[in-house]
């Protein structure tokens, strides 16, 4: 069994949306899947005035100050829009190989592109970035298969091409088993 993993609700994330992904997430890196209480005062000291977004990289390190490195995962799921400063907007962010992550699930939204609201759509995009963001965590690169959760997206419309799966590749990368 790989390394339990730690969802942190950070507010205004709804927590019920967060424990919903705690059982795909289970059949996806068969481990332990660990809801945590949210977090209501992390967003705020990562607001960048400027931008009017959140930074996602500030955000990993106050997950870090939180929950300190252990043989866990820790991923963080917010509802507000967040940025690296070489790009507009991000979707998550990981440490490559390390103990944090952070997805965030604004842009994921049809809403905010004048569409009209999708649950369904919504919950699998955002279902898919944390699988996504977490491969990072557990060491994985960006893969080629274009239905693996571990392909880059850059649009929502990308994330869509993409199955809440990894790959046989990607599994076997990682050890995932029983």
């Known amino acids: 069994m790989i390394a339990p993993i730690r969802l942190v609700p950070l ?4 927590i019920e949306f967060v424990s919903s992904l705690a059982h795909p997430l289970r059949s996806v890196f068969h481990t332990e899947i660990i809801v945590e209480l949210p ?3 992390v ?3 990562v607001y960048d005035n400027s931008r009017l977004q959140y930074n996602s990289t500030d955000l990993i390190r106050e997950l870090l100050k939180r929950f300190s490195p252990t043989s866990s995962k820790v991923i963080g799921i917010t509802s507000v829009d967040l940025f690296v400063p070489i790009l507009t907007y991000v979707f998550g962010e990981a440490q490559l190989n390390g103990t944090a992550a952070v997805v965030s ?3 994921l939204d049809n809403s905010i592109y004048g569409l009209d609201p999708d649950p369904i759509l919504f919950f699998e995009r955002s279902l898919i970035e944390t699988i996504h963001e977490l491969g990072h965590t557990y060491g994985l690169y960006h893969c080629k298969n274009q239905e693996c959760a571990m392909h880059s997206s850059t649009a929502a419309e990308d994330i869509d091409l993409k199955s809440a799966i990894l790959c046989e590749k ?7 088993g029983d």
């Open 11 to 14: 507010l205004p994330v709804s």
């Open 39 to 41: 977090l209501n005062n």
């Open 43 to 45: 967003l705020n000291t």
């Open 105 to 107: 699930t604004y842009r």
């Open 170 to 176: 990607c599994s076997e990368q990682i050890e995932i």
